[in-house]
């Protein structure tokens, strides 16, 4: 088995150096180089050996190899191929790895839960550039996948915005469309410090465990009406509702939120998912399909 090694920074540096890998920005190339902050992210995860782990991003394989300690089988998809010869270096003593060369945002991930990873529920374990998080992230809630939970590192505002609670300057849009789909928990915050090159923010760990039955509120009217109370989060309620997209006017919506006893003063970040379901099956059919 390799030594436990791949996170050290003199060996990082060094297995670069022979394969002449230059660190790609656009990419999002910061590794990681602290055992700590490794195990803690398969521990978030609590991955075990009945586990299947789809790895996003392996870079040179440093977490893929703690992955791989603890879960049955681990499957990870790079990009960039000038890391696939490091990765059969760095990889070699295991057996339960396979490496995937492919943009995960092509890839074709029910096939891939189905052929490769014991067709689910899987796990998802992610270190990726913030540019692929988002859109990913949306993909991975929204589809109906076979997935337990997604355990990711992302920008530590990010982070903050996705588990706010109502009442809160940072609960909006994103918080809801999180938290309909999974409950979300910060596991770890990770200093930039821990990463070769640095990047300029500090990230955390947040783990999303997919609910298993959603809310029962037709998705495309229950995201209008929250796209249309954030679009001007500043307005009250009754404000936003009616001026922004539904395509209703403001005495239909102060009856709705009246008959639902939602104050018309109130503003988008005083209301909890359970407001906006409510105001979803409540209002008249909107003009959406
Ligand atoms: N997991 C490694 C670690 O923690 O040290 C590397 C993390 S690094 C932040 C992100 C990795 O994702 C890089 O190896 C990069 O090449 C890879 N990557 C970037 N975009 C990708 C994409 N669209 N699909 C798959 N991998 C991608």
Redesign the pocket.
């Given at each position: 088995m390799t030594d436990k090694r791949l996170y050290s920074p003199k060996y990082v540096k060094e297995i670069l150096n022979r394969y002449g890998f230059q660190f790609?920005k656009s990419?999002?190339?910061?590794?990681?180089i602290d055992g700590n902050i490794v195990r803690k992210i398969s521990g978030a995860g609590d991955i075990t050996k009945e586990d299947y782990v789809l790895e996003?991003?392996?870079?040179?394989g440093?977490?893929t190899e703690e992955l791989a300690l603890n879960a049955k089988k681990v499957v990870a998809?790079?990009?960039?191929e000038a890391?696939l010869p490091i990765l059969d270096e760095t990889l070699k003593d295991y057996d339960n790895i396979e490496i995937i060369h492919g943009?995960?945002?092509k890839v074709d991930i029910p096939k891939l839960i189905e052929e490769k990873l014991g067709g689910g529920p899987i796990k998802v374990v992610a270190?990726?550039?913030y540019y692929?998080t988002t859109p990913i992230i949306g993909k991975l809630i929204e589809e109906d996948l076979n997935i337990h939970s997604i355990i990711v590192m992302i920008q530590k505002e990010v982070a903050d915005r996705i588990v706010a609670p109502p009442n809160n300057k940072q609960y909006g849009s994103l918080s809801v469309f999180v938290n309909f789909y999974t409950n979300p928990e910060i596991m770890v915050r990770v200093p930039k410090t821990v990463f070769m090159p640095q990047p300029k923010v500090d990230s955390a760990v947040i783990k999303l465990t997919l609910k298993e039955e959603l809310p029962e509120v037709d998705k495309k009217v229950f995201f209008k009406v929250v796209k249309s109370a954030f679009g001007k989060r500043r307005k009250t309620i009754l404000n936003s509702l009616s001026s922004n997209g539904l395509g209703l006017d403001k005495e239909t919506i102060r009856e709705v939120l009246e008959s639902l006893e939602i104050p018309i003063e109130s503003r988008a970040e005083n209301l909890n998912i359970e407001d906006f379901i409510k105001i979803s099956k409540t209002l008249p059919p909107l003009d959406i399909y």
């Open positions: 790609s990419l999002g190339q910061n590794f990681l996003i991003g392996p870079g040179i440093t977490l998809v790079e990009l960039d890391l943009d995960i945002l270190n990726l550039p692929v």
